[in-house]
């Protein structure tokens, strides 16, 4: 992460204000567990609201809180004032989503002033065997 | 959708049953509208729960009901007693998703016995100048 | 494509110049076949050069000429005096690519300022079977 | 990369021998440094035959010894007798590809009978300033 250029001096503040008006965060109950420069871990406790089938948590769910963690790693490097928008991102399914929580860890791979680039990654929590269960390419730009 | 060919006869009610099933569609108010042939049609109906900090909804959830689309879509042209697993998706967003609701269109590109390759459109519904807010490339294989 | 907004009259002579000083490009053979609003068509006739282990076409290679296409469809929509650069792009595999030649297809599905969503699909032509042998989504942007 | 289980012996050799076979890797003149479990490390003389119009090289070229990276290491951990197929790729390029060469390294995150996923970064080397230009994620299969 070295070289990062932080230019917004309360990023942390900012995200977690940002993050906090997320309604589809707060209904789905990810947590915001720590943002860095370049970087940010959410979390999902896992519950009945974020489930497929067949009982582990659905796949659109992850690539949510994936999106959301790349996402704020971009933020933490934006200038003051700007908000965050997805321009695309891409998700691969390693393994299924269960146990008690997902962890989610965003990281900006190239900082521009248009656009961002990060990769993210989420580890499944108290599944017994904890691993990867996906991995997220994804652009960002400041709105 | 010409050439495919339907292997399980009752794809429809079990594309009804695995959708009931599925705690996050039911939490997030996603409703099954149409299933076809290699196609699936989802509603969303807008409300806070899917929102982002914007007040537009939340691009993990665009993708979320893009990946369902898609996957649904697959199914039909699976053999009976076959489930659903999403191996990767990828979406970009076109326009902020707002409005009264949206609706995602999945449709199978190819089909195989091991890999589909689906499509999908998200377009929004009363937003007073509705289009397609997002598109995705998705990959499926039965479970 | 209605409703896409020409900023470069000689949009077309530009696109012809801009691909004739592509190295990879001349090396391997492709052709400009077609360049509209919001649209490109490439040809590539097949020969040693662009093969695989298995004697179709290299993935990369479809993925290059699928990525030209999408790319030359976004610069039709640029302002005079604008270079293109792809800002990612993903693409799926829908059959073996062989035939006498592979032709891709570019359109714009979101034309910005800032950023241009792209498809692209590519067919084979006289392998007896013609059909869609990948189809793009990408990103690009003015340079 | 602990953990991957080799089930071919031979396959560096099948490797080697899959890549002389690929005209369009002779072509473009890439070169095979390193094959190892789960990993594959490739290089790309920079010349003429794979730049674009602006002098770097062609960003579908990058996407294309991206793809054999990735899809190589994923073929070390195949059966004997297993050739590669690539399901999906998807690039996101972080910045321009000049200098003498580059190398694109594949790395395998989960193996599977039926699909394997990777990810794969390329890097520039003599550029005067040497880094990461493009990263990839990847799906794979035996065929």
Redesign the interface.
Known sequence: MTGFIVRNPSFREDIAR??A?????L??GAELDEVDVGRCVLRLPIG???????GF?????V??????AGGYAAMSLFDPGC?I???????????PAGGDALVAEGRV??SGR??T?T?AEVRTVGSGRDR?CA?L?Q?C?PS
């Open positions: 940002s993050f008006r997320q309604g589809a965060l209904f789905i009945e609201r974020v489930l497929q089938q067949q948590v659905h796949g659109g769910m690539g949510l809180i994936g999106d959301v908000d928008l997805t321009v695309e991102y891409k998700i691969n399914f390693l393994a791979l190239r248009k656009l680039v990769t990867v991995v390419q652009t730009t």
